[in-house]
């Protein structure tokens, strides 16, 4: 019989430095460059590869408050815990983790729909509306297993699958630029203008990119050495990545021209590497696409899991096992799972990628205002650089959202019913559970 315990796992010291850099820079590199660039470009013209730099600078502020913080508080519920260290175990706490976590989720869906878009590219199968969501499902289905394995399997398949991704990668980028012609990016006839909203738009979309050096906040409690090596783990993924963005941007760019980046976009990289090196480079991206965005799902999916089991934990979310054997980490994960394959089955990329923006932006917002407002002195931070991140966030966030109100005003109507939802659902239960010291539905019944 499995084994009944359920509390959560950690095991200290579990995670070297070069594992946590790759757990980040897995996550990041897989969700950002492969589908956002399309998308960034559709919304900001030729400037796109500066909407990742200024995507990177935002990042770069809004990592002092994490980095702040984990030295303090090195956990394995990474953002969950910063809140509540803020906020206490209210509802401000609840939702704003929630909103982190369903942020992730959608990051999982959005690298699993990537996955499914760039497979097709390799093996034409007819359908993409059928196809992309159908590979998608199998791949998040695949990651549920790895997940369920031990964590030394987990920080292999990502370091290996991270290390092979970067350096194809700049390989991609190097061999781009270098045969392009220009680095000109020919505009094509229906380019967009570039505008103020639509840069600030696509910067907002950028940050997607490089938002997953959170994943490695969650490992706090199970990295070596953790007050020195967490931040160190989080700068160096950051700048990685900046690298690697910049070199991607001028490879597809002076090889496709604005229009053809636009009609590709979810698949941006593999159409451009077939004008340059024909289809042998097509095969070559996409088999990295395939790794890169597998190597992210993993990774992802064990820090999501890992800060649900920590929101249960400290009673901040209701938690039902349904008979089901195991830690309280294993249920979270397969609760993560479900979710996922719900997104990905149901909704497409660039809808998924903007929930995905705005939940972000609107708990990192939290985070530097808890940093400012409650944990200042505790954790030795500079107050000036929270603002400016905060002031940061809220212009991007409004950009992003002008644009979607042209656009695609349905996703901002499901972003504000799902925060709605959540609020509502939030209040009622920490209500529920304040009024009542009688505890038959909390996890140890």
Partial sequence: MADQDRTPKYEEGSLSLIGAVALGTGVMIGAGIFALTGQMAEMTGPLFPLAFLAAAIIVSFSAYSYVKMSNTYPSAGGIGMYLQKAYGSTLPTAFHALLMYFSMVIAQSFLAR??????????????RTLFVPLLGVGLLLAAFLINLSANKLIETVASVLGFIKIGGIIVFGVVGVFIADSIDMGTGGDAPPPTLSGFLGAT??????????????????????????????????????????????????????LSEIIETQDYSLAAAARPALGEAAVGFTVILAMLATAGGIIASVFAVSRMLAMLTEMKL??????????????????????????????????????????????????????????LRKSVGANAIIPTIAILLDVLVLGGFVWVKAIADPLVLIVA?????????????FLANSNSSTDSHHTHSH
């Fill in 114 to 127: 990537t996955f499914g878009s760039y497979t097709l590219e390799l093996f034409d199968l007819g359908d």
């Fill in 204 to 257: 907002a979309l950028g940050i997607l990119a490089f938002k997953g050096f959170t994943t490695i906040t969650n490992s706090g409690s199970e990295l070596k050495n953790p007050k020195r090596n967490l931040g160190k783990a989080i700068m160096i993924s950051i700048a990685l990545c900046v690298v690697i963005y910049a070199l991607v941007g001028f490879a597809v760019a002076s090889n496709l021209s």
């Fill in 317 to 374: 979310v209701p938690h039902r096992h349904f008979h089901m054997p195991g830690s309280l980490q294993k249920h979270t994960l397969v609760y993560t799972i479900v979710l996922g394959l719900m997104l990905t089955a149901f909704f497409d990329l660039s809808r998924i990628a903007a929930l995905g923006i705005i939940f972000y932006l609107i708990m990192d917002i939290a985070i530097h205002w808890g940093v400012l407002r409650h």
């Fill in 416 to 428: 504000v019913t799902v925060m709605a939802a959540l609020l509502i659902g939030e209040w009622l």
